[in-house]
């Protein structure tokens, strides 16, 4: 491919990918499957490896989410809420492993495995062990102000155990019962209804009227700490750990593997256990242990570089949404 060609793929990927992402992160409609705007994604990637002068500073390997609605008050992340890179086999694990093995030298490396659950990211802000504010990712620098909605959420602690001052990321979910029932209710009242759990909880969440969302049974699980006064933490399952002693929910799968060997075998367990849950995941988020050597790695333009989500294989790849995709 030369740079011609390039440029003017780049230009076609951009533009599907921009308004893929829009019906998925804006409007919570999304047109088209996981897989495809993943598939997408990764050409763009690979062409962007082959020619770094065309990467562009508004291209969607370095944007985060989708920008606020504005009829929501804005929020700004003090610590931006950032994407995952991807894993898609064993092969990615062991090259994720070999990074981040790179950075360590001779110290040894601990994962914690965590479900990746597919829902919508907020952060939640305490004062005080006072709920102050609850926002959503938004574009990773600034979220939507969703506090009235969040605190409908009974998963939500209004007040923690602890008088602590901290801000923590978590997802918020809709079980698979209550999103069958909300589905059919939509139907009975002869309304639409939603593709799936995670845009049923999005859509709950990114609307003004805390009656509805109270009504939408949702829940929470927490999985990091964004801000922490007054409390030394030297590790990810420390963290998790505290979360959960001062009031959170946090889920009870999460493993601390000392091995890529144990990662892998992770993933293949709940690549055959995903549908024995109450709730939708679409993958497992690994995570380098030591915040310290979570600290040396860093974060590239979009996403840290001490984790990584593996993505569960295709199941369908040809929807409904295909077909749709082909009318627009
Ligand atoms: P991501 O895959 O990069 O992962 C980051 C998100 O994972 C976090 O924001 C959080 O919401 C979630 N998460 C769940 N459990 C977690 C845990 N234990 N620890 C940390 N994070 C956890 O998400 P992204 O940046 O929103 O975008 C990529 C995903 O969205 C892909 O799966 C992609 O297929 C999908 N997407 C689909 C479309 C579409 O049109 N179908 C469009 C855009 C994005």
Redesign the pocket.
Do not use: C, N
């Given at each position: 491919m030369d740079k011609n060609q390039a440029t003017k793929q780049l230009t076609e990927l951009r533009e599907k990918l921009e308004k893929?992402?829009y019906?998925?992160?804006v409007m919570d409609t999304?047109?088209?499957?996981?897989q495809e705007?993943?598939r997408l994604l990764n050409e763009l990637l690979e062409i962007e490896e082959m020619f770094p002068d065309l990467v562009t500073d508004d291209s969607p390997s370095v944007r985060?989410?989708g920008a606020p609605l504005p009829h929501f008050k804005k929020v700004a992340h003090q610590i931006p809420?950032m994407?995952?890179g991807n894993a898609f086999n064993e092969q990615d694990l062991r090259d994720f492993d070999r990074r981040v093995r790179q950075f360590a030298g001779d110290t040894p490396v601990a994962y914690i495995c965590?479900?990746?659950?597919d829902?919508?990211?907020v952060s939640l802000t305490y004062e005080d062990g006072k709920l102050v504010r609850g926002a959503t990712?938004g574009d990773g620098t600034t979220g939507e102000d969703i506090t009235n909605n969040l605190k409908t959420v009974s998963a939500v602690p209004l007040r923690l155990k602890n008088q602590v001052d901290l801000e923590v990321r978590g997802?918020a979910y809709m079980p698979k019962r209550s999103f069958e029932a909300l589905n059919n209710a939509k139907k009975e009242a002869g309304e639409e209804p939603f593709a799936n759990p995670r845009n049923a909880a999005a859509g709950s969440l990114r609307q003004l009227d805390p009656k509805i969302a109270a009504k939408r049974n949702l829940s929470l699980y927490v999985?990091?700490i964004g801000e922490l006064q007054g409390k030394e933490i030297d590790s990810h399952y420390e963290g998790l750990s505290f979360l959960k002693e001062t009031g959170f929910k946090v889920n009870t799968e999460t493993t601390r593997c000392e091995s890529i060997e144990d990662v892998i075998a992770y993933t293949e367990t709940w690549v055959e256990k995903r549908h024995d849950l109450a709730y939708e995941i679409?993958g497992i988020?690994i995570k380098v242990d030591s915040l310290q050597l979570q600290k040396e790695m860093g974060f590239t333009a979009k996403?840290p570089r001490w984790a990584t989500?593996y993505?569960f294989p295709a199941e369908e790849v040809v929807t409904k949404l295909l077909d749709i995709e082909l009318n627009i």
């Open positions: 893929y992402g019906h998925y992160y999304p047109i088209v499957p996981d705007y993943d985060v989410g809420m994407s995952l965590e479900l990746k659950i829902g919508l990211a990712r997802e999985y990091s679409d988020v996403s989500a993505k």
